[in-house]
T-cell receptor, first 112, second 115 residues
Framework: NAGVTQTPKFRILKIGQSMTLQCTQD?????MYWYRQDPGMGLKLIYY???????DKGEVPNGYNVSRSTTEDFPLRLELAAPSQTSVYFC???????????FGNGTRLTVT | TQLLEQSPQFLSIQEGENLTVYCNSS?????LQWYRQEPGEGPVLLVT?????EVKKLKRLTFQFGDARKDSSLHITAAQPGDTGLYLC???????????????FGKGTKLSVKP
């Protein structure tokens, strides 16, 4: 059972470049999330989705976009990369009710 | 804005020692989750506490949810090097089961257990 799969694991971008971080889950979870994790700062919610076709902003959405065309996939798009977006990005999913998050193994992004 | 204060931020101890990590808020949460994260990996759930005053044990780890559901603690007895990692608490708001449900994460406690 693969769970939540994120690609790529590492990426270096130049300022102004764009990229898409991929996330897919095989647990048929409705809820999906994107977090960024900076040293000593915990996890900050970027965007989330409660089902296919529905997305909403989290705490730090500026500079990012998402889409949710299928239950399985929840890609995160960076249009104009900035050094402030250097971080580790985690995708997560969960089932209904009080169920916990299942995380991918993260994408480490450096913008120089 | 709901906040979760986690302390201490760093903890370095010898194998065999006991330790407690605290997670405090002025807000009430419907439930609280504890995760452990190892380098290069995503957080993995350890436990969920739901009822005020609840105590859950997971081998040498004891989790407690405050009576008012505003705080929680994680106690590790006789720590081992395998316990090394980042421990994160996360509070679920009252809408967690519905369309606006999100988790509020603490900043984490980085634990190092030396042999």
């Amino acid at each position: 059972n693969a769970g939540v799969t994120q690609t790529p694991k590492f990426r270096i971008l130049k300022i102004g470049q764009s990229m898409t971080l991929q996330c897919t889950q095989d647990m048929n979870h409705n809820y999906m999330y994107w977090y960024r994790q900076d040293p000593g700062m915990g996890l900050k919610l970027i965007y989330y989705s409660v089902g296919a076709g529905i997305t909403d902003k989290g705490e730090v959405p500026n500079g990012y976009n998402v889409s949710r065309s299928t239950t399985e996939d929840f890609p995160l798009r960076l249009e104009l990369a900035a050094p402030s977006q250097t971080s580790v990005y985690f995708c997560a999913s969960r089932g209904q009710g009080n169920s916990p998050l299942h995380f991918g193994n993260g994408t480490r992004l450096t913008v120089t | 804005t709901q906040l979760l204060e986690q302390s201490p931020q760093f903890l370095s101890i010898q194998e065999g020692e006991n330790l407690t990590v605290y997670c405090n808020s002025s807000s009430v949460f419907s439930s609280l989750q504890w995760y452990r994260q190892e380098p290069g990996e995503g957080p993995v759930l350890l436990v969920t506490v739901v009822t005020g005053g609840e105590v859950k044990k997971l081998k040498r780890l004891t989790f407690q949810f405050g009576d008012a559901r505003k705080d929680s603690s994680l106690h590790i007895t006789a720590a081992q090097p395998g316990d090394t990692g980042l421990y994160l608490c996360a509070g679920a708001n009252v809408n967690y089961g519905g369309s606006q449900g999100n988790l509020i994460f603490g900043k984490g406690t980085k634990l190092s257990v030396k042999p």
